[in-house]
């Protein structure tokens, strides 16, 4: 195995893949996102808002990188850098995780306003409410059908809203599990990585 490091700075948190090849990772405390090109070459680019915390990353189903911010809002860069922000709620309920739909749909979680939302192709947005006031959402993948698996930090589950955001499953973990991130496979089941040191398998018989 070869390994390649590029300085891209310290602090990098997130990372995504563009469509052009580029890797793209925030840097939380500089308020930068920084880009490391198909060839190899480093850039940085700095947000208007110093203050705006850039987190996660993903790829968006307009072919932009979208990141999460600290202050209520989504950020978006496209491939030429150019930056651009939308606002989803307030400044305190912490948009974090954010994930591509396959209907060009962009879901993301309000870490602190235990909640999911999500931005249609035509840029509307609706947030539908989680079942545990307290549980923190993390992480949210995007279903095949529409809906999406969120796993809920502080409540130790991983649960499932189908496409109209309704509740569909909820799949419970020990006290104290932490489920953090979230990932769908091909065949729909999900993986889910425990800060209590395991990766659980989310399969359903028959």
């Known amino acids: 195995m070869i390994v390649t ?4 700075g310290p602090g990098a948190y997130g990372v995504a893949l563009a469509a052009d090849g580029a890797a793209w990772t925030s840097l939380v405390e500089r308020g930068e996102l920084a880009r490391v090109g ?3 070459d480093v850039s940085r680019i700095s947000l208007p808002d110093a203050q705006s915390r850039p987190m996660v990353l993903a790829p968006g189903p307009d072919g932009a990188i979208w ?11 496209d491939a030429a850098g150019a930056v651009s922000s939308v606002p989803v709620s307030k400044p305190d309920r912490s948009p974090y995780g954010l994930c591509a739909g396959p209907d060009r749909t962009l879901w993301y979680t309000l870490l602190n306003a235990d909640r999911v939302g999500r931005i249609s192709p035509g840029g509307g947005t609706e947030e539908f409410p989680l079942p545990d006031r307290s549980c923190r959402p993390h992480t949210v993948a995007a279903a095949a059908d529409g809906g999406c698996w969120v796993a809920l930090w502080a409540a130790s589950s991983v649960v499932r809203l189908d496409g109209v955001g309704q509740l569909a499953g909820e799949t419970s973990f020990p006290p104290g599990a932490e489920p953090h991130w979230i990932a769908l496979a091909p065949d729909q089941t999900a993986w889910v990585a425990l800060e209590a040191a395991t990766l659980a398998h989310l399969t359903y018989p028959g």
Request: proline share 6%; net charge negative; aromatic share 12%.
């Open 67 to 77: 990141f999460s911010r600290g202050d209520g809002q989504l950020g978006r860069v």
């Open 38 to 40: 198909p060839g190899g």
């Open 5 to 8: 490091e590029y300085d891209v």
